[in-house]
């Protein structure tokens, strides 16, 4: 079965993984979800308190691996006509220390290539007002850090050709119709 496959990026804090919750129970099995691998790898115990050069190469080399191994098998497994997926390969390399076209050449890739990955992308933007920026054991920027997180990768996909970007608003529910309009379109076209 041939899938679409969408990715949902963006800085830290903008509703992924709502709207991820949001699209399955609009759409139920008509979509199969990939869930974030930075959360599962930072969940399950990847040291995260170092910032050496080598953690962040390291986290980005697994982030990136296990995202396009879960990609894959949500492919190779699912009746779903449309993966969704919590960030896609592209995010890892605003993270890497020497930029993004060193990232790339580290794993064998290129952007072009990893854009080509996704029919399309949903591009959602951290919150605006601080009082509703929240920092967990896994997300641990500042909401400044979020924004200039969020920049970079808007950045990144910026050449992809249908992208859908929703800026941050205080209540992610004003932004849902939205998602769910581009989403159905996806499935539908």
């Given at each position: ?18 709207a991820l919750s949001v699209l399955k129970e609009t759409f139920g ?161």
């Amino acid at each position: 079965m041939k899938h679409k496959k969408i990715a949902i990026t963006g800085g830290p804090n903008s509703g992924k993984t709502t709207a991820l919750s949001v699209l399955k129970e609009t759409f139920g099995p008509q979509v199969e979800l990939v869930r974030e691998a930075a959360t599962m790898i930072f969940s399950g115990g990847f040291p995260r308190q170092d910032n050496s050069r080598a953690h962040i190469e390291a986290a980005q080399q697994i982030i990136f691996v296990a995202t396009k191994e879960m990609e894959e098998l949500a492919e190779q497994t699912s009746e779903a006509p449309l993966i969704v997926c919590d960030r896609g390969t592209v995010d890892a390399s605003v993270y890497w220390p020497d930029g993004p076209d060193a990232f790339f050449a580290h794993m064998g890739t290129s952007l072009e290539a990893e854009l080509a990955r996704y029919d399309a992308v949903l591009h959602l933007s951290p919150p605006s007002n601080p009082a509703f920026y929240q920092s967990t054991h896994v997300r641990t920027e500042t909401l400044d850090k979020a924004f200039e997180i969020d920049r970079k990768i808007l950045k990144m996909w910026e050449k992809h050709p249908n992208r859908l970007v929703v800026g941050g608003t205080e209540h992610f529910f004003e932004n849902a119709e939205a998602i769910k309009n581009f989403v159905e379109k996806i499935i539908k076209g």
